[in-house]
């Protein structure tokens, strides 16, 4: 069984560095969630690297291979307004949610511990 839990606004910095550290190389992708009710799963997979906030603007960085080489994506999520994570069964941490101002949210959804592909 799942569970959601809520970061407290004050403990986001915080936070995102322990998730960072405990969650880095593992397989991620974004789905985005528009509050009008559309959604769109994102093509390109990568690994996670780290996650971190400034105001309320979040970076999330991910690694992938292009032609044999290494690249990097950064991508920047404006107007944060709440941060959740999905446990997976074995209490890892399965899936990050940003939600912004605006009511869209946008989740960073990890390869299962439990159950391998995402």
Same mark, same amino acid.
């Given at each position: 069984?799942?569970? &959601?839990? !809520?970061?407290?606004? +004050?403990?986001?910095?915080?936070? @995102?560095?322990?998730?960072?550290?405990?969650?880095?190389?593992?397989?991620?992708?974004?789905? @985005?969630?528009?509050? *009008? =009710? !559309?959604?769109?799963? $994102?093509?390109?997979?990568?690994?996670?690297? #780290?996650?971190?906030?400034?105001?309320?603007?979040?970076?999330?960085?991910? !690694?992938? $291979?292009?032609? =044999?080489?290494? $690249? *990097?994506?950064?991508? %920047?999520?404006?107007?944060?307004?709440? &941060?959740?994570?999905?446990?997976?069964?074995?209490? #890892?941490?399965?899936? &990050? $949610? @940003? #939600? %912004? !101002?605006? =009511?869209?949210? *946008? +989740? @960073?959804?990890?390869? #299962?511990?439990?159950?391998?592909?995402?």
């Amino acid at each position: 069984m799942t569970m &959601i839990k !809520t970061v407290d606004p +004050a403990e986001w910095r915080s936070f @995102l560095g322990e998730f960072s550290e405990r969650n880095r190389g593992r397989r991620a992708r974004f789905e @985005l969630f528009g509050r *009008t =009710g !559309t959604a769109r799963e $994102e093509d390109q997979e990568g690994h996670f690297e #780290s996650i971190s906030i400034v105001d309320h603007t979040v970076n999330v960085k991910r !690694t992938y $291979e292009k032609q =044999g080489q290494t $690249e *990097t994506m950064s991508d %920047d999520i404006p107007d944060i307004h709440g &941060i959740s994570v999905q446990l997976d069964s074995d209490d #890892s941490e399965d899936m &990050i $949610e @940003l #939600s %912004d !101002t605006s =009511g869209n949210l *946008t +989740a @960073l959804h990890f390869e #299962s511990m439990v159950d391998g592909e995402n």
